[in-house]
């Protein structure tokens, strides 16, 4: 039955979005492809001590990235600390380069991930050179996207913080405490 009332459409999906599930499928038979290869060639013994071999080293270089997140988080809270009892304001220290387990904690992930290309994959990832290279293009890219994003989107809340109304207005403010005033007792009402 056909009404005056006109139908809604879904967005149109991106390119990248529609080819991700194509894409997916695609390394998935890839990976399978290379571990019947290997199983012909070498044996299912050594498919086996591959694969393990690197949930093994996925596995400890998560741990040893999460330990070294975790000693940088208590040292930056030691040195606030010192500073609170110096009588100073506490700053953050500045971000070391090349120091972000991002990279590093991905690296471990792709070589727990069963398969030969996730594994290689996840070996360049812990590659000193080649991790920040990815890193700063990750990051462009991360930038760019952001950028051309719309207000109406997460790019467009990392821009801006604030409240718009329906009629178009744009309400900034600030939060001011009155410390002297009790807040148990109840506050007269707003009146617009």
């Known amino acids: 039955m056909m009404t005056g009332v006109p139908t809604s459409t879904a967005p149109k999906r991106s390119r990248a979005r529609s080819l991700l599930p194509l894409a997916v499928a695609a390394w998935v038979v890839l990976e399978i492809w290379l571990l019947t290869l290997v199983a012909n060639a070498a044996g299912g013994l050594t498919v086996f001590a591959l694969l393990a071999g690197g949930f093994v080293l996925g596995a400890v270089v998560i741990k040893r990235a999460g330990r070294r997140a975790f000693r940088n988080l208590t040292d930056g809270m030691r040195q606030a600390q010192a500073q609170m009892q110096a009588g100073e304001r506490p700053t953050a220290p500045p971000p070391a380069r090349g120091s972000g387990n991002a990279m590093t904690m991905l690296g471990g992930l792709l070589l727990m991930v069963p398969g030969l290309l996730s594994d290689v994959a996840g070996l360049l990832c812990l590659v000193p050179g080649v991790r920040e290279r990815i890193a700063r293009m990750l990051g462009r890219t991360f930038e760019r996207r952001i950028a051309a994003a719309g207000s109406g989107s997460l790019g467009g809340a990392f ?27 109840p506050r007269p009402p707003l009146t617009p």
């Open 159 to 185: 821009r801006q913080a604030r409240i718009h109304y329906p009629d178009g207005k744009v309400v900034q403010g600030e939060v001011i405490r009155d410390e002297d005033r009790p807040y148990d007792r």
